[in-house]
T-cell receptor, first 121, second 108 residues
Framework: GAVVSQHPSWVICKSGTSVKIECRSLDFQATTMFWYRQFPKQSLMLMATSNEGSKATYEQGVEKDKFLINHASLTLSTLTVTSAHPEDSSFYIC?????????????????FGPGTRLTVL | GQNIDQPTEMTATEGAIVQINCTYQTSGFNGLFWYQQHAGEAPTFLSYNVLDGLEEKGRFSSFLSRSKGYSYLLLKELQMKDSASYLCAFTRYSTLTFGKGTMLLVSP
């Protein structure tokens, strides 16, 4: 259980175009999803928290008009990178929040999608 | 402020035991996660500690000391496939803050 998918797994686009990345929770409903960005040999950096039916909460320094997040249903969140530039090239990973039983207690866990490799030429 | 620190790289041999340490500082804390990440892939969940002490799960164990802001991941009977980056992350108000990861290289 707790499977998260992402589409596409990789994308190459021209500078100035927009790219949409989808994140789906396949076997559970996720009221909260998260979007991360990871540069080579760096840690995952949280970009925004996506809540179903409401506006996303962006981390400091992340441009909300450039990285559009839509969480229209309990199983789907989308990240659109608008007017992409080469510096936006990165590994984008989503996660979905789920509550799982661990040692008899309910644990607030994030399950990650497989990631999307974006290359902007 | 928030800070999380772990060694950049570690090496070990197949069959050995390795301990990856993680220290953190944060004003709010719910629990400590460990994730494994192979190159080019997303992280996979290994363990979660919310109370002090050791949690054992097969070859992997994780320890937490909340008072010391310290955790470690213990990997036993190392296998070649354990070569990966190991990320510790603390959770605070349902968001995760990750360390930079420890790249573990297991050699024959």
């Amino acid at each position: 259980g707790a499977v998260v998918s992402q589409h596409p797994s990789w994308v190459i686009c021209k500078s100035g175009t927009s790219v949409k990345i989808e994140c789906r929770s396949l076997d559970f409903q996720a009221t909260t999803m998260f979007w991360y960005r990871q540069f080579p040999k760096q840690s995952l950096m949280l970009m925004a928290t996506s809540n179903e039916g409401s506006k996303a909460t962006y981390e400091q320094g992340v441009e909300k008009d450039k990285f559009l997040i839509n969480h229209a249903s309990l199983t789907l969140s989308t990240l659109t990178v608008t007017s992409a530039h080469p510096e936006d090239s990165s590994f984008y990973i989503c996660s979905a929040r789920a509550f799982t039983l661990t040692s008899g207690a309910s644990t607030d866990t994030q399950y990650f999608g497989p990631g999307t490799r974006l290359t902007v030429l | 402020g928030q800070n999380i620190d772990q060694p950049t790289e570690m090496t070990a041999t197949e069959g050995a035991i390795v301990q990856i340490n993680c220290t953190y500082q944060t004003s709010g804390f719910n629990g400590l996660f460990w994730y494994q990440q192979h190159a080019g892939e997303a992280p996979t969940f290994l363990s979660y500690n919310v109370l002090d002490g050791l949690e054992e799960k097969g070859r992997f164990s994780s320890f937490l000391s909340r008072s010391k802001g310290y955790s470690y991941l213990l990997l036993k009977e190392l296998q070649m496939k354990d070569s990966a980056s190991y990320l510790c992350a603390f959770t605070r108000y349902s968001t995760l803050t990750f360390g930079k990861g420890t790249m573990l290289l297991v050699s024959p």
